[in-house]
Each structure stands twice: as C-alpha cells, then as structure tokens.
C-alpha cells in the first residue's frame, strides 16, 4: 500500500472534514466518506453500515484500481473481494464471485 492510501485510510478513520493530498481527495459528513481522485467521485462509504459503492468514473488506469483496492481491502475480506484487470478488462470479485467491472457505473461491494 503506498503513503497516500493510507494517508486517506487515516482520513477516513479519523472523521476529517476534508483531506487532500495530491490527485486524491476524502470529504467526511457524518457517517458518509465520499473519495475523489482527479475531482472524479470514485468510492462512497458509509462507515457505520460499513457499505462501500466504488465507481470508476470511466478511467481504467492503474491509479483508480489501487485506490479502489485499497477502500475494498479496508472495508472487506481481500481474499476474496478486490478488482483486477485480465486481457485489458476489469473485473470485481465480490465474495468470491467475479463479475465484469461496469465503466462509469457505481458497484456495491
């Protein structure tokens, strides 16, 4: 995991208001933790129902994947949940089941 993921897992652990660093960027309002990356709104998260929506806002790149990895790996059981990429697709594993990743579509995991 590199310093700016866990810099904004900290972010959202922490309640803060408003974290930015670099391309990424956490707002928290009450329970709800929206996370931007380029300005574009990739992950929703509500920390006491521990949902998690992710979005890859149309842009398939390595950036996105990882920071969308890192939210799911803190919110839910990396072994079997998580996306990846295989003959320039994405796909998402959710409880073990993979499902192609649809673009610019919000996913629950």
Excluded at 3 to 22: C, G, P, Y
Excluded at 63 to 81: A, E, G, H, Q, Y
Excluded at 88 to 103: Q, V
Aim: glycine residues 6%; contains cysteine.
């Amino acid at each position: 995991m590199r310093k700016i993921e866990r810099q904004m897992l900290q972010a959202i652990v922490d309640e803060r208001t408003h974290w930015s660093k670099d391309n990424t960027r956490v707002e928290c309002q009450g329970h709800y933790a929206d996370i931007y990356l380029h300005g574009h709104h990739i992950a929703h998260y509500n920390r006491v129902g521990m949902d998690l929506k992710v979005n890859n806002c149309g842009y398939a790149s390595n950036t996105t994947k990882s920071r969308l990895n890192t939210l799911i790996n803190f919110v839910c059981d990396p072994t079997c949940n998580g996306i990846f990429q295989k003959n320039w697709e994405w796909y998402i594993k959710i409880h073990g089941d993979t499902h192609s990743f649809p673009d610019n579509t919000w996913v629950s995991v």
